[in-house]
C-alpha cells in the first residue's frame, strides 16, 4: 500500500522559510512525477509545484515562482518542497502526490496518491 507523509509545516513570519519533505513508501516513485499543493480554508485545492521524475522540468504556480523550490531525492523516495519569503497568504494545508505518469501535471487528476497535509501559517 502506498503511502504519503508530509512534515516540516509550521507556524512562521512573513519573509521566514519552511521545507516540506514527503517521504512516499509502499513502492518506488522514481518513475513519476511528484506535485504539491495547498488549500486553504474556504477554497479549492490549488496547484503549487511539481517536478519530473528525473528531477527535471520543474513547474510552478505563478504565485509562488521564485520563492519556492520543488526538488526530490529518489534514493531516498522523498519529495522536498522549499519555502523562502512565505507571505501571508501562503497560509494552507499543503500536500504532497505522485502522479501516474513521470510527465509534469498542474491537475489534481494526473495524480493517484495524495498525503494527508501539513499545516502552513504564515503570520503578518
Known amino acids: 500500500q502506498v503511502q504519503l507523509a508530509e512534515s516540516g509545516g509550521g507556524s512562521v513570519q512573513a519573509g521566514g522559510s519552511l521545507r516540506l519533505s514527503c517521504a512516499v513508501s509502499g513502492r518506488t516513485f522514481s518513475n513519476n512525477a511528484v506535485g504539491w499543493f495547498r488549500q486553504a480554508p474556504g477554497k479549492e485545492r490549488e496547484f503549487v509545484a511539481a517536478i519530473g521524475w528525473s528531477g527535471t522540468l520543474p513547474r510552478y504556480a505563478d504565485s509562488v515562482k521564485g520563492r519556492f523550490t520543488v526538488s526530490r531525492d529518489n534514493a531516498r523516495n522523498t519529495g522536498f518542497l522549499q519555502m523562502n519569503s512565505l507571505k501571508p497568504e501562503d497560509t494552507a494545508a499543503y500536500y504532497c502526490?505522485?502522479?501516474?505518469?513521470?510527465?509534469?501535471?498542474?491537475?489534481?487528476?494526473?495524480?493517484?496518491?495524495w498525503g494527508q497535509g501539513t499545516q502552513v501559517t504564515v503570520s503578518s
Open positions: 502526490a505522485v502522479a501516474r505518469t513521470s510527465g509534469v501535471s498542474t491537475q489534481r487528476s494526473s495524480y493517484d496518491y
